[in-house]
């Protein structure tokens, strides 16, 4: 006998691209409609319109983007736009009269679970509790303990979650690696991706085309605590025995994240008034990690965080472009990255940055091993069909409870 469908609100703060949003449109894209039919309530931006594109119903919660304050001291300005936008949440949901919720940011979480709702709620958590503080804090716990599920996107998030939880009886919790398409044949950059590439911000931009330029590249969204700064200081140590390697830094700024644009701009003049400068390279955004490098023969990635990342997506890309890496061993990189085998796992500073990416720079044969290793061992445990197949059980398990 078949099922009836079952409506799912996949709720999330940003219309934009970062890697929650990456991640969530993988699995709207692949969902089974014969189980679950998505709609989506976001801002308006690049994620959006790629959902939208693909058939997926749309509804605008433009509103997300007026609240700034989400960890620490909440603002006065960001008690009028929550009260604003729980009323129009509180909307959505009774007009579209949904079997779940499915929030996936953390301002979604807050509002979605601010109160115990009659719709099953489940929260996908990219984010370590524990970084939260003040009034956040004991408001964000608070809508935690409302949910009637928690998936957390790494075993390092359900560890803090069950501490910042005091390992509280009667939450659901689990965890659900993310998934990553690992495609066939990369390596070289393909013609649709090399006219990107030609938005690079620096006059001496990135060749188009496999090359032997060699590069060390930093990616993501311009923010403080992607180590971007710790990422300059430690090239700055070792560009004296590189002198044939560029450090390119990728990413642009996200408007939407408080201080970004600043920071954006006090890196670019921290790069500037480098002794080294003329082999840094500002390349702004980018779409895939395919613009930035060509192959582990002439590339090495760095993921420098200074804060616990969840479960960095870009270090998936980057072991799906077959690039070594080098990463911070904060939060849940180490469930990517196996320290000596598939890259090197080391603490977010300058000296030991440095040194990784020296003695990977050094060693070509050592470059394509760890590259081809993260390769395998990334495609197997990281599978998207998996992933998907998780969450739809996940999701069918939450509304069944009810």
Same mark, same amino acid.
């Given at each position: 006998?078949?099922?009836?469908?079952?409506?799912?609100?996949?709720?999330?703060?940003?219309?934009?691209?970062?890697?929650?949003?990456?991640?969530?449109?993988?699995?709207?894209?692949?969902?089974?409609?014969?189980?679950?039919?998505?709609?989506?309530?976001?801002?308006?931006?690049?994620?959006?319109?790629?959902?939208?594109?693909?058939?997926?119903?749309?509804?605008?919660?433009?509103?997300?983007?007026?609240?700034?304050?989400?960890?620490?001291?909440? @603002? %006065?300005?960001?008690?009028?736009?929550?009260?604003?936008?729980?009323?129009?949440?509180?909307?959505?949901?009774?007009?579209?009269?949904?079997?779940?919720?499915?929030?996936?940011?953390?301002?979604?979480?807050?509002?979605?679970?601010?109160?115990?709702?009659?719709?099953?709620?489940?929260?996908?958590?990219?984010?370590?509790?524990?970084?939260?503080? !003040?009034?956040?804090?004991?408001?964000?716990?608070?809508?935690?303990?409302?949910?009637?599920?928690?998936?957390?996107?790494?075993?390092?998030?359900?560890?803090?979650?069950?501490?910042?939880?005091?390992?509280?009886?009667?939450?659901?919790?689990?965890?659900?690696?993310?998934?990553?398409?690992?495609?066939?044949?990369?390596?070289?950059?393909?013609?649709?991706?090399?006219?990107?590439?030609?938005?690079?911000?620096?006059?001496?931009?990135?060749?188009?085309?496999?090359?032997?330029?060699?590069?060390?590249?930093?990616?993501?969204?311009?923010?403080?605590?992607?180590?971007?700064?710790?990422?300059?200081?430690?090239?700055?140590?070792?560009?004296?025995?590189?002198?044939?390697?560029?450090?390119?830094?990728?990413?642009?700024?996200?408007?939407?994240?408080?201080? @970004?644009?600043?920071?954006?701009?006090?890196?670019?003049?921290?790069?500037?008034?480098?002794?080294?400068?003329?082999?840094?390279?500002?390349? %702004?955004?980018?779409?895939?990690?395919?613009?930035?490098?060509?192959?582990?023969?002439?590339?090495?990635?760095?993921?420098? @965080?200074?804060?616990?990342?969840?479960?960095?997506?870009?270090?998936?890309?980057?072991?799906?472009?077959?690039?070594?890496?080098?990463?911070?061993?904060?939060? !849940?990189?180490?469930?990517?990255?196996?320290?000596?085998?598939? %890259?090197?796992?080391?603490?977010?500073?300058?000296?030991?940055?440095?040194?990784?990416?020296?003695?990977?720079?050094?060693?070509?044969?050592?470059?394509?091993?760890?590259?081809?290793?993260?390769?395998?061992?990334?495609?197997?445990?990281?599978?998207?069909?998996?992933?998907?197949?998780?969450?739809?059980?996940?999701?069918?398990?939450?509304?069944?409870?009810?």
């Amino acid at each position: 006998m078949n099922q009836p469908v079952k409506k799912v609100l996949f709720v999330n703060q940003a219309g934009r691209f970062g890697g929650a949003e990456k991640v969530l449109l993988d699995l709207l894209l692949r969902l089974d409609r014969s189980r679950i039919a998505p709609v989506l309530v976001s801002p308006a931006g690049a994620m959006q319109q790629e959902a939208v594109a693909a058939g997926i119903p749309w509804v605008e919660a433009q509103e997300f983007e007026r609240m700034d304050t989400t960890r620490g001291k909440v @603002s %006065g300005r960001d008690i009028g736009q929550s009260v604003r936008l729980y009323r129009r949440l509180g909307a959505v949901i009774k007009e579209q009269q949904p079997d779940l919720v499915y929030s996936n940011s953390v301002k979604a979480h807050l509002l979605i679970n601010l109160v115990r709702r009659k719709v099953p709620t489940l929260i996908r958590l990219h984010d370590f509790p524990g970084s939260f503080s !003040g009034m956040a804090r004991r408001v964000f716990r608070y809508a935690l303990r409302n949910a009637d599920h928690i998936s957390c996107v790494s075993q390092s998030v359900e560890s803090d979650l069950r501490a910042f939880m005091n390992n509280a009886d009667g939450t659901n919790v689990s965890y659900e690696h993310n998934g990553y398409e690992m495609k066939a044949g990369v390596g070289l950059v393909s013609a649709a991706v090399q006219e990107l590439a030609a938005g690079a911000e620096s006059g001496q931009g990135i060749e188009r085309q496999h090359t032997s330029t060699k590069r060390i590249i930093i990616a993501g969204w311009l923010l403080a605590w992607k180590g971007f700064d710790v990422f300059v200081e430690a090239m700055e140590r070792i560009a004296g025995q590189l002198p044939d390697w560029q450090f390119v830094i990728a990413g642009a700024a996200a408007a939407d994240a408080q201080g @970004s644009v600043a920071y954006a701009e006090q890196l670019r003049a921290r790069v500037a008034q480098s002794p080294f400068a003329q082999q840094f390279v500002m390349y %702004g955004g980018y779409k895939a990690l395919q613009e930035l490098a060509c192959c582990a023969a002439h590339s090495i990635f760095v993921h420098a @965080s200074i804060r616990p990342d969840p479960l960095p997506t870009v270090l998936l890309e980057a072991s799906g472009a077959k690039l070594p890496i080098v990463c911070s061993n904060l939060g !849940g990189s180490s469930e990517i990255i196996r320290h000596g085998r598939s %890259g090197l796992v080391v603490p977010p500073t300058a000296e030991a940055l440095a040194e990784s990416v020296l003695k990977l720079a050094q060693n070509e044969a050592l470059r394509i091993e760890m590259a081809e290793q993260a390769y395998t061992s990334c495609g197997e445990r990281f599978r998207m069909q998996g992933y998907v197949g998780q969450m739809t059980d996940r999701m069918m398990a939450t509304m069944e409870r009810e």
